[in-house]
């Protein structure tokens, strides 16, 4: 049964740092690439960073590009997003899941961490 776990998120003020986790399980973790999404209150579910198996490529959205910082442990079958220069747009429930490119293959979406950017 494929199963992740994110966690790390919390209230941080603009200009702060986040750093999730997400532990998977139930398949290859190292031959999949792995991916982060967030869902805004009132929008649509985003595409924010993804990381191949081997970690020799990384994909980012440009609206955290420079900022968000994607990688694994192939060994712990995690995959980990730093995010540095928070702002109040980054406020979302993050997920991550499987990708293929920068599409999620998974079709469920649990309960995320959330992240909130607020003074």
């Known amino acids: 049964q494929v199963q992740f776990v994110e966690s790390g998120g919390g209230l941080v003020q603009p200009g702060g740092s986040l750093r999730l986790s997400c532990t998977a399980s139930?398949?290859?973790?190292?031959?999949?690439?792995m991916g982060w999404f967030r869902q805004a209150p009132g929008k649509e579910r985003e595409f924010v960073a993804r990381?191949?198996?081997?970690?020799?490529?990384?994909t980012y959205a440009e609206s955290v590009k420079g900022r968000f910082t994607i990688s694994r442990d192939n060994a712990k079958n995690t995959v980990n997003l730093q995010m540095n220069s928070l702002n109040p747009e980054d406020t979302a429930v993050y997920y991550c899941?499987?990708?293929?490119?920068?599409?999620?293959?998974?079709?469920?979406w649990g309960q995320g961490t959330q992240v909130t950017v607020s003074s």
């Open positions: 899941r499987r990708v293929l490119g920068t599409l999620p293959i998974d079709d469920f």
């Open positions: 139930g398949f290859t973790f190292s031959s999949t690439g």
């Open positions: 990381i191949n198996g081997r970690s020799s490529s990384t």
